[in-house]
């Protein structure tokens, strides 16, 4: 039992994204992780959110970095869990506009970085922020569909 | 002839108790009215003797208590009866409900909440189901999603004992129901999606420690394999789970256990089936890859490995061979046999003699065309060719049955020694299968495959039959819209009842097939009904409501609870969240 859709992709070019990821994590990390990000969709008590760094996606909107995203979501599995083209399995769709965790750069990093509580593994410590960065690209450059929240039988 | 030879066993575990001391072998030979163990005995039959409820009264079942379990996930398994009480274990977070069926309502004597970790949800490849739990010996003992199995006092509720078995960085979870053999708690872990190295465990029932863990694949001293004790019917030769293996691909080879254990108590031996090989494509593993998709017999005290027989060598299409190993004894060409039926995801039903692991009958049971046939002399399918999958074949088309399996092995059969027929949900699926070269990564899925599926040949997606194992075919058949996922119970009443995906349960005539009643029951059924007799003296029938178990399936959109994660339907099965949605609830059915 799996997800429907997986993409291929080739051990070779696997081993090289993934070595060269590994490669830079340490001195990339240095000073860029905040001590907390901040999720716009979270209410602040008194109306106060409280302080935070800010993490911004050096590959923001870049087509090429999110093309390596594609090819590093499914060399790290990720699509194992969430279905090939992000559409969703055991793990939620990445593809449909909505998100558990908040869908802006930082909050996607975050998620992937450390993790979440329902079963999504930290990828920080093996990926490094730059391979990180790298899979928020290609999760953001997935086009969102309308959002339809009515799913209707009626006439069929 | 088969009764008799049933209550042979009856009477034989009975003496066993007596001569060995032992309370759990007197655990079989409880009264008609419990359901004690997953599968209701050794056998794992799933046939109740009660016959108050019979064909001819069985269109006045209804409903006469149910209860929301507060849980989301596939309810698979079952509840158990034990005297004055039922017991409901859920999917994660895995609670134990204790019912007291003296009182009216049947309110809650206790309920038991272990901490289990929520990390479990996303390493169970499919759904954070439990296959149910055993009594025996005063305990309820079961496995928690997160790799632990408890065991609870059946009075007070209270944790007697509390194990780690299983590693969930390694991407192993445990969704079994466990099988309770004297003094030995037999238990195995899911995870053939996140490269496992599978293995099946001992625990001992008074403390919980474990005493012996085996492989299922691997060199001999992982397999607990001694050349002279260990006799497959097929092959000879040392290191048979290392051997059939590239390289040391069996370290993450799979053959995971997620099913369930049966026990013949003359025989004293253990049987389980194993789930496919890792990764998806097999072009990463060449080689038979023994054990995975096989049935193995072991030995209950210290795990010895006595035979195997694999079902699907080189396991290419996800035929994981988890489905039950029921025991009996059936007549064929004249003969008694002590038998083995499966039936496996790979679409055929096996007959094998169960002492010596050699093949009987070997019949296609649901629509499949990876195999021609299976050879009786050499235990080997003859694969079609056009159908073997890997990368170097590109995009296979067509494949019979998909990877959801012929049946799913979550969805146990029954067996009638009245009317001598197996009982059996099945699905009519193929698929198309891409294979992809996987990269391991310790904790995360390990498989590498594109596999959309379609309807099968004949306009339905799956039915209930009734089969005969001693000649190979099927009686009957209901033909239903939907993949069938639910497990089967058949009664001395010769009644036998089954749920759908759309949320109907079904009570049926064992001999015809003929429907005698149906209630839609809230969601769709992946539980195996029970029966028993409460302290009232009537005879019940008891199922749980609650589709899920399987993601591939159900496309995730049969969920209302997550306002984030909104999904397509499912193509081959567009119209299922039109019938039905998610929600656990225990139905209890009387006359």
Same mark, same amino acid.
């Given at each position: 039992m799996r997800p429907l859709r997986a993409l291929a992709l080739l051990c070779v070019a696997s081993i090289g994204l993934c070595s060269c990821a590994r490669q830079s994590a340490p001195s990339a990390t240095t000073g860029v992780v905040p001590p907390a990000v901040r999720y716009q969709a979270h209410l602040a008590a008194g109306g106060t959110p409280p302080a935070g760094g800010t993490l911004t996606n050096?590959? &923001?909107?870049d087509a090429a970095v999110a093309k390596q995203g594609a090819l590093l979501f499914t060399t790290m599995n990720c699509d194992g869990c969430h279905?090939?083209? &992000?559409?969703?399995?055991?793990?939620?769709?990445?593809?449909?506009? =909505?998100w558990r965790y908040g869908g802006s750069d930082a909050e996607v990093f975050s998620t992937i970085y450390y993790? =979440?509580?329902?079963?999504?593994? &930290?990828f920080g410590g093996v990926l490094g922020t730059e391979g990180v960065w790298t899979l928020v690209t290609y999760i953001r450059s997935l086009p969102a569909p309308a959002d339809v929240p009515t799913e209707s039988w009626v006439g069929n | 002839m088969v009764r008799a030879s049933l209550t042979a066993i009856l009477y034989g575990l009975a003496a066993l108790g007596a001569s060995s001391g032992s309370r759990a072998a007197a655990a079989?030979?409880?009264?008609?009215?419990?359901?004690?163990m997953p599968s209701r005995d050794y056998g794992a039959t799933?046939?109740?003797? $009660?016959?108050?409820?019979s064909a001819q009264n069985a269109r006045g079942l209804h409903p006469v208590w149910t209860f929301s379990t507060g849980v989301l996930g596939g309810h698979e398994g079952q509840p158990l009866v034990v005297g004055d009480t039922m017991y409901v274990v859920t999917p994660w977070p895995n609670v134990l409900y204790a019912f007291d $069926?003296?009182?009216?309502?049947?309110?809650?004597k206790w309920k038991y909440r272990p901490d289990v970790s929520a990390n479990a949800i996303g390493v169970a490849?499919?759904?954070?189901?439990n296959r149910g739990a055993f009594y025996l010996d005063g305990k309820i003992i079961y496995n928690l999603l997160d790799g632990h199995t408890v065991a609870v006092d059946?009075?007070?509720?209270?944790?007697l004992w509390k194990t780690q078995i299983a590693d969930l960085g390694s991407g192993e979870t445990v969704t079994m129901a466990p099988l309770v053999v004297r003094d030995r708690v037999i238990v195995g872990a899911s995870g053939g999606e996140f490269g496992i190295y599978g293995w099946l465990k001992g625990l001992d $029932?008074?403390?919980?420690?474990?005493?012996w863990t085996v492989h299922n694949l691997g060199p001999d001293a992982d397999m607990g394999v001694r050349v002279d004790t260990f006799k497959p019917p097929y092959d000879s030769g040392a290191n048979l789970g290392q051997r059939?293996?590239?390289?040391?691909?069996? @370290?993450?080879?799979g053959a995971p256990v997620w099913g369930s254990v049966s026990y013949d108590p003359e025989l004293d031996l253990i049987y389980y089936g194993t789930g496919n090989a890792g990764p998806y494509n097999p072009e990463d593993r060449p080689g038979?890859?023994?054990?995975?998709s096989s049935v193995l017999a072991r030995r209950p005290?210290?795990?010895? $490995?006595?035979w195997a027989y694999q079902?699907?060598?080189?396991?290419?299409?996800?035929? /994981? !061979?988890?489905?039950t190993m029921i025991l009996a004894d059936l007549t064929i060409g004249g003969h008694t046999v002590k038998a083995l039926v499966h039936f496996d995801k790979n679409g055929f039903a096996y007959t094998l003699?169960?002492?010596? #692991?050699?093949?009987l009958v070997a019949q296609p049971f649901a629509p499949e065309n990876w195999a021609k046939s299976v050879d009786l002399?050499?235990?080997r399918p003859a694969v079609d060719p056009t159908k073997q999958t890997g990368v170097s074949h590109g995009?296979?088309?067509?494949?019979?049955?998909?990877?959801? #399996?012929?049946?799913?092995?979550?969805?146990p059969p029954a067996y009638s020694p009245r009317t001598h027929l197996f009982y059996t949900s099945t699905n009519n699926l193929c698929m198309d299968y891409l294979a992809a070269h996987a990269n391991y990564l310790k904790g995360t899925p390990y498989m590498g495959v594109t596999s959309p599926y379609s309807g099968g040949p004949g306009g339905y997606l799956g039915s209930f039959i009734a089969w005969d194992a001693a000649r190979g075919v099927k009686v009957w058949e209901n033909k239903e819209p939907f993949p069938n996922w639910s497990g089967a119970l058949v009664t001395g009443g010769d009644v036998v009842f089954y749920g759908t995906l759309d949320g109907w349960f079904v009570a049926a005539d !064992? @001999?015809?097939?003929?429907?005698?009643s149906k209630f839609k029951v809230g969601s769709g059924v992946v539980g195996n009904p029970i029966s028993y007799r409460a302290p009232d003296g009537r005879q019940y029938v008891a199922v749980y409501a609650g589709i899920g178990g399987d993601w591939a399936l159900?496309?995730? /959109?049969? @969920?209302?609870? /997550?306002?984030t994660d909104i999904r397509a339907p499912a193509d081959f099965l567009k119209d299922i969240a039109r019938h039905t949605s998610q929600g656990g609830i225990v139905w209890i059915f009387g006359l």
């Open positions: 050096p590959h &923001a909107g279905g090939g083209d &992000a559409s969703g399995w055991v793990g939620p769709d990445l593809a449909d506009g =909505r993790g =979440r509580p329902k079963g999504m593994p &930290a | 079989d030979a409880r009264t008609d009215a419990e359901w004690t799933r046939y109740s003797p $009660l016959a108050s409820i $069926l003296t009182r009216a309502d049947y309110p809650l490849c499919c759904d954070s189901v059946g009075k007070t509720g209270r944790e $029932l008074a403390t919980g420690q474990v005493m059939t293996w590239a390289n040391d691909t069996w @370290r993450r080879g038979d890859n023994k054990w995975t005290g210290d795990g010895l $490995l006595v079902f699907t060598p080189h396991d290419s299409w996800d035929f /994981d !061979a988890t489905g003699d169960r002492a010596s #692991g050699r093949l002399t050499t235990g995009n296979v088309k067509g494949i019979c049955p998909s990877l959801e #399996g012929g049946v799913s092995p979550a969805s !064992a @001999r015809s097939g003929k429907v005698l159900l496309s995730g /959109d049969m @969920r209302s609870d /997550d306002p």
